[in-house]
């Protein structure tokens, strides 16, 4: 069975930083393109972030420059600079292909 396994959020202020952490298990997801998601209150979850299996990163407009996609032998991370209340949300690692797991609550609040 494929879990993943979300951490690192939190509440923070207009500004600051999270690291978001991602333990993946029942999966080989060294071969697989992992992307990170979120879903705001209200909206439909969207994909932020992804990583190819050798390093090659995408990122939606509104992250580039704040949001760094990052990957090990043990997880997949995403470090996040600068958050805007815009940020809110739950946060989530995937292959794209699979359940979704319980995700991270970040919350950007002053």
């Known amino acids: 069975q494929v879990q993943f396994v979300e951490s690192g959020g939190g509440l923070v202020q207009p500004g600051g930083s999270l690291t978001l952490s991602c333990a993946v298990s029942g999966l080989n997801f060294r071969r697989y393109a992992m992307q990170w998601w979120r879903q705001a209150p209200g909206k439909q979850r969207e994909l932020v972030a992804t990583?190819?299996?050798?390093?090659s990163t995408m990122y939606i407009d509104s992250v580039k420059g704040r949001f760094t996609i990052s990957r090990d032998d043990a997880g997949v991370y995403l470090q996040m600079n600068n958050l805007i209340p815009e940020d809110t949300a739950v946060y989530y690692c995937?292959?794209?292909?699979?359940?979704w797991g319980q995700g991270t609550q970040v919350i950007v609040s002053a």
């Open positions: 990583i190819t299996p050798n390093g």
């Open positions: 995937n292959t794209g292909r699979h359940d």
